[in-house]
């Protein structure tokens, strides 16, 4: 085994181009690199002698190639897909992981499970670091990044998009918004940044089809207060603005010094070429008023409607459900949220209560199918919007039920609608706030 050297620097590399940007990066600064690179995520173009290739189930491969190539720093960098299981082929180390893994698992949440990520390598004497840490040079910096110059973001749409980042902070969403002209247009959730614009760009060719004006959107983008950046720093790159463009939205904004912009260069050309303006902008601004000047989050009393009957895991989502909801009431959004296993998957913007309820069919955490049974819940508030349709649609998307969000002027759920979730076997709750 060599030696362990503070300038030998383990990466764990995913796919894109962000583990050979580090590595490129790493070595220009005079620092040694031991890669070990997940096959199927990873590109071929990282094959080299100081590579190692592993398969998803290794997981004492992983460790034991850092270990052998005296690495005492590891960056986990790239993007990463839920692996098919018929795929894995585990060693030992993984069965010795086997309990880490599911209590991870178990947990839910994208920040829990890495944190646990981190904590694992630990134990072995591995420090991970970010990525921000050991290549700043790849952050997108404050101000103007790329794009024309006579062109300037809507500042009122990027300020909205900070507010509702930091209103859904608390509840693990996601790290992107899309708001125009002042009204938010599209939320990210367990699908990722890419996939909410490719919905989004689809909804606006619909209402461009329409002839409906779509207006100038910003994409605003930025790590939640408090998020592990080590393992999960957002990125920007060209197929951001390639989407960006394709959507006829204006521009990008991102948290500065906190934001990777991947393939620089081509980012910058696109931007030019497309008119797309890309700005960083100083956000913890309104990160460190987080929960200042905001409501506490309400306790809501739950009653059980109809015949069938939610476990207690189903009334703690319920419960997230509404608080988002909460949470987005004076965004004029959030007319429904999708929550499984205490993992919030989706939530509404704009694109209407049954399509947002279809999405959710395909969104699932990490363990989502090894813990079958959690099958989420539809939250929605009480109202004309709440019909057989809304149950109809939960129970397609293989929810286990709706809850449902009474206010003052809505006390009831209509009998219509429960019979409904009787017959498709779902459950039905009623949230009511606790008046203080």
Known sequence: MRRASPRRIGILAGGRSLPMELAQSLRQRGASVHIVAIEGEASEALSGPDTTWVNWGQIGKIISSFKNAGC???????????????????????????PTVLRLLRIGGDDAILRGVIAYFETFGLEVVGVNQLAPELLVGAGRFAGPDDQDVDLDSVRIGFEVLRALAPFDVGQAVVVTDGSVEAIEGAEGTDRMLDRLIALRHERMRDRQDVGQGVLVKAPKPGQELRVDMPAIGPETVRK????????????AGRVLAVERSRLQELARAHRVSVVGVDSEQWDSQ??????????F??????????????????????????????????RVAVVSARHVLAVEAGEGVLQTLRRAADLRQWGGGVFARRKGVAVVPAGRELDVEVIAAAAEAGLAGVGVVLHKFTASVGSEVVAEADRRKLFVIALERERS
Not at 290 to 299: R, V
């Open 290 to 299: 987080t929960g200042k000047d905001q409501p506490s989050a309400s306790e």
């Open 301 to 334: 009393s739950i009653r059980h409607l109809g015949r069938c009957h939610p476990r207690d895991l189903d009334k703690a989502d319920a419960v997230k459900g509404a608080r988002v909801i909460e949470a987005m009431e004076s965004f004029a959004g959030g």
């Open 244 to 255: 960006i463009a394709g959507g006829d939205l204006s521009g990008i904004a991102v948290g």
């Open 72 to 98: 005492r720093q590891v960056a986990i960098a790239g993007s990463v897909r839920r692996p098919d299981l018929s795929t894995i082929r585990p060693d030992l180390g993984f069965f010795r992981a086997l």
